[in-house]
C-alpha cells in the first residue's frame, strides 16, 4: 500500500488559512480600525479627561447627580476603553497559543507521516529478508 500524507494537511492548507482574509470586507475593515483606536490606554485617557470636564457640574448637583455621573459618564466611558485593551491583550496572547498550537499539529502530522513511511520500509526490507531466508532454507 503506498504512503498518502494525512489528508489534514491539505484540509488546513485548504479551508483553515483562508479565514484569515476575512477582514477584507469593508465593515469589517472599518469595525477593526474604531477597535483598535478606542482599544488603547491613550483613548482610555482622553476619555477621562473628558469626563472629567463635566466632574464639577456633577458635584454641584448633589450626590444622586454625582454618582449618576460615576455611573453614566466615567464608568462607561473610561471602563470601556480599559475593557477593550484587556480583551486585545487577552485576545493576543489566545491567538499566539493557537497559533503555537497549529504549529505543533502540523508538526505532529508531518511526523506521522515520516513515521509511516520509516514502517514501509522496514515492512518491505522485513519481506525482502523472509524471501532471502526463504530461499536459503527451501
Known amino acids: 500500500m503506498p504512503h498518502q500524507l494525512s489528508p489534514y494537511l491539505e484540509f488546513r ?3 483553515l488559512r483562508p479565514l484569515e ?12 480600525k ?10 482610555a485617557y482622553a476619555f477621562a479627561c473628558l469626563a472629567l470636564v463635566s466632574l464639577p457640574a456633577a458635584i ?8 449618576a455621573w460615576i455611573a453614566q459618564t466615567f ?3 473610561v471602563l470601556l476603553s480599559i475593557i477593550m485593551v484587556g480583551q486585545k ?6 491567538d499566539r497559543q493557537l497559533e503555537q498550537t497549529y504549529c505543533d499539529a502540523e508538526a505532529l502530522l508531518k511526523i506521522s507521516d515520516e513515521i509511516h513511511t520509516l514502517l514501509k520500509q522496514n ?3 522485513t519481506q525482502e529478508i523472509n524471501q532471502v ?5 527451501g
Open 13 to 15: 492548507k485548504k479551508y
Open 21 to 32: 482574509k476575512r477582514e477584507s470586507r469593508f465593515n469589517d475593515w472599518l469595525a477593526v
Open 34 to 43: 474604531i477597535t483598535n483606536i478606542v482599544g488603547t490606554m491613550w483613548c
Open 60 to 67: 454641584r448637583g448633589g450626590t444622586a447627580t454625582l454618582i
Open 75 to 77: 464608568l462607561q466611558l
Open 89 to 94: 491583550v487577552a485576545a493576543e496572547k489566545s
Open 123 to 125: 515492512t518491505d526490507l
Open 133 to 137: 531466508v526463504a530461499g536459503k532454507n
